[in-house]
Each structure stands twice: as structure tokens, then as C-alpha cells.
């Protein structure tokens, strides 16, 4: 939109373009269409460009006959952009496994200790921690904003899902984070048997259990995921966009729930739109 409004057309193009190809691209994993203003904002370039076939490509896709009504402000008007930043992303959390195992040569000497020809001291089982990260969302009232000018009304559309995003890509990344984390689970057991194994030759039993507890301890204290996290994101930005004439007006937003219930109002006094520009307002919704 930046591009757009300083007339630079052709980077215009190509960034909705872009934008158009991620909407794509993800929808199978973040369940977001292609939202109609961006659908708008390409025909209306391509048409101002004579882009002929690609115009046509999207009247087709998008199921628009004529660009006539796709144009977003004439040049006549400016146009007011409402921004929601709506609640807040998930805050990362961990989640501990902790058992207690066989020695990792015990375990991986099966057969020996099933024929009981081993004639060294048992040791003691090893205390395995896997700490692993999860998200925990923090859930908002509001489902979209309603913005009211002069008699004319557009509802938000979401834009990007924040909430979303942050667990497919966490989910995608949970193969190889676990494996890291078995992995020192491991390392961290043939520790505990090394130990145990040195303290069994010590007569003294208050040095082999405080060298036995001592490691263990440090093994639950050390295993910890990754709950780093960008808590002040909102859970989802959503967009809203109303072609006016020149003038100062009174800006109206009505944050809705789900059932289109009206949660709260608040009223932007004296917004000034200019003529073939846009004006930018934005409001953050924390969570109900």
C-alpha cells in the first residue's frame, strides 16, 4: 500500500503480487484466503497497467466480471486504513517428561542381563527429563472490528494470524527439537551411570549417595527447553479499508465477538482524510 500511495505502480504490483503468492501458498496451512481488498488492489492495478491477460487470470479466479467496482479510492477521495491488532500471541510454554530408566549399558546390554552372567554391582536407574516447548494460547473476546464513517461501514478482515503461524512453524520444528532433546537425554544418563559406577568403589556410602543425588539433580536442573517468545504480538492483525471524500470525520470502531455482539466502542475524533492519500489508524485489542 506504501508503494501505492506514492504512485510507484509497478512496485506496487509486484509486492501485492508477492503477497499474493504467499496467501497461496499457505492457505493449506494457516486456513487464510486471499483477502478481497488485496483481490481488489490487483485488479485494479492490472487494469491501470493493461495488464490484459492478468487481469483477466484474476477476474476469472476471483470471480469478478467487471473492475469497475474493484477500484479502492477514486482519485477523487482518500481512503481511511484500520489496522487491529487483536489480542496477543501464544506464549510458549514447556512440558517435562521425567522417568526413571535403566543404565544406558544396562539397557543396551539386554541379552547379558537376561542370561544373569554379569557379576558387577547394579547400579542404580538413571532419571531421564525431556523438556519439551508447547504453545498456550491466550484467547480474545473479539473476532473482528467494525469501523463506521459517515453512514458507510467495512468490517476487518484478517490479515495475518499470528496465533497460527507460531504453532504450524513449531510444529513443523518438533522432530528436530525432540530428537536434540533424547539425544541429551542420553548423554545425561551415561553420565548418572558413570558416576554411579565410580562411586561403587568407594567404601563410603554418604559419598556414593550424595555423588548419586548431586547428579541428578543437575541433570533435572540443566534439561530446560527453549520458551523464548515475542509475548506483546498480537494474536492476529486484521484490516479494514473505506474510500471518502476529503474532510475531517469521526471515526467509530466497534470491537465484535464471534456472534457479532458488540464488546466495546471507541470513537476517533476529527480523522483528517486527503484527497488521493491514505490515513492510518490503528488500535491494539488486548485479550477480554
Keep these: 500500500m506504501i508503494y501505492d500511495e506514492l504512485g510507484e505502480w509497478s512496485d506496487a504490483m509486484i509486492a501485492y503480487r508477492k503477497a499474493y503468492e504467499a496467501y497461496k501458498k499457505n492457505r493449506a496451512h494457516f486456513s487464510i484466503d486471499v483477502p478481497t481488498m488485496l483481490q481488489f488492489d490487483l485488479l485494479r492495478l492490472a487494469r491501470q497497467q493493461g495488464l490484459a491477460d492478468e487481469l483477466a487470470r484474476y477476474q476469472q479466479e476471483f470471480s469478478v466480471a467487471s473492475t469497475k467496482e474493484t477500484t479502492a479510492s477514486s482519485e477523487a477521495e482518500g481512503e481511511l486504513v484500520f489496522i487491529l491488532n487483536n489480542g496477543l ?18 539397557a543396551v546390554d539386554a541379552s547379558k542381563r537376561a542370561k544373569n552372567t554379569d557379576t558387577t554391582p ?28 459517515s453512514g458507510k461501514q467495512a468490517d476487518t478482515q484478517i490479515m495475518e494470524d499470528i ?52 547428579v541428578r539433580v543437575a541433570t533435572i536442573a540443566t534439561e530446560r527447553a527453549d520458551t523464548r517468545s515475542w509475548l506483546t504480538l498480537p494474536a492476529n492483525v486484521q484490516l479494514a479499508r473505506l474510500s471518502l471524500p476529503p474532510g475531517s470525520y469521526d471515526v467509530t470502531v466497534e470491537l465484535l465477538g464471534k456472534d457479532q455482539n458488540l464488546i466495546a466502542t471507541r470513537v476517533y475524533p476529527q480523522v483528517t482524510i486527503r484527497q488521493a492519500r491514505k490515513t492510518y489508524l490503528s488500535q491494539h485489542s488486548m485479550p477480554y
Excluded: F, H
Aim: glycine share 4%.
Design 163 to 214: 496465533d497460527t503461524i507460531a504453532r504450524a512453524s513449531l510444529a513443523a520444528r518438533m522432530p528436530a527439537i525432540t530428537a536434540r532433546a533424547v539425544a541429551r537425554a542420553i548423554a545425561k544418563g551415561v553420565m548418572q551411570e558413570s558416576v554411579d559406577k565410580s562411586a561403587q568403589r568407594r567404601d563410603d556410602a554418604a559419598t556414593k549417595m550424595i555423588g548419586s543425588l548431586l
Design 122 to 149: 547394579t547400579t542404580p536407574p538413571v532419571l531421564i527429563n525431556l523438556a519439551l516447548p508447547y504453545y498456550e494460547s491466550r484467547p480474545s473476546r473479539v473476532a473482528c472490528a467494525r469501523i463506521s464513517v
Design 89 to 106: 500471541a501464544p506464549i510458549k510454554r514447556e512440558k517435562v517428561i521425567g522417568m526413571w530408566t535403566p543404565p544406558p549399558a544396562v
